[in-house]
């Protein structure tokens, strides 16, 4: 148990080192603001399409971290070291997914409270967003685990983690920018769960090939 809060010690603190949460929610906020100037000023059609372009947004800025989620270590040598000591890679992997949420989803939903406010947004839509992104965002984490250790060692790893992340992210983006439908956010409760459950595996996996 103490291994494991160390870990997610270690991998929360890398995240908010750097400024890389701050950098995070920077370019959350960037990319919302665009909207607003690209569309114009009804703050009709800003409050139906701010779900949508909240969500957009979010997958976007998710891509920022991936590069340093993973090649880092797998190039220093250090999943060898955890290797040696039996530890289960699928197990860090999934810890691994635990402290990148904590250092991405939490700025990330404070940041979401000011593009709401953007938008617009009525406080029960900017609760049902909320709540979306609280459903959908351990998915995303751990798609960008997955994804970090898919690509890391390749060159242009950023580019290929948008081409690897993006389609894979599809249906967290349709269920969670329904906004509303409580169905739509069972299926997205569901489909972050298959994504936490299965991308340790696929983390593992991918990491072990670089490795061997």
Not at 17 to 38: I, N, R, T
Not at 90 to 103: G, P, S
Not at 113 to 131: S, T
Not at 146 to 171: D, E, F, Q, S, Y
Request: glycine share 14%; with cysteine.
């Amino acid at each position: 148990m103490n291994g494991a809060l160390t870990l997610i010690a270690r991998d929360v603190r890398r995240g908010y080192a750097g400024g890389g949460a701050a950098l995070v929610c920077g370019f959350f906020l960037l990319a919302v603001v665009l909207f607003p100037f690209a569309i114009g000023p009804d703050r009709a059609i800003l409050a139906r399409i701010g779900p949508g372009a909240i969500w957009v947004a979010a997958l976007l800025a998710a891509l920022l971290p991936v590069e340093r989620l993973v090649a880092p270590d797998a190039e220093s040598g250090w999943f060898d070291q955890i290797r040696v000591h039996g530890l289960s890679l699928a197990l860090v992997m999934a810890l691994r997914i635990v402290a990148h949420w904590l250092a991405f989803a939490p700025p990330l939903m404070v940041a979401a409270l000011v593009a709401g406010g953007l938008f617009g947004l009525d406080a029960r839509v900017l609760a049902l967003v909320e709540l979306a992104l609280l459903l959908g965002t351990p998915g995303l984490a751990a798609l960008a685990v997955a994804t970090g250790a898919l690509t890391a060692g390749l060159r242009g790893a950023g580019g290929i983690a948008g081409l690897v992340l993006l389609p894979l992210a599809l249906p967290l983006l349709i269920f969670g920018a329904g906004g509303g439908d409580f169905g739509g956010l069972k299926l997205l409760a569901s489909v972050s769960l298959l994504l936490v459950a299965g991308a340790p595996w696929i983390a593992a996996a991918a990491i072990r090939s670089v490795r061997d």
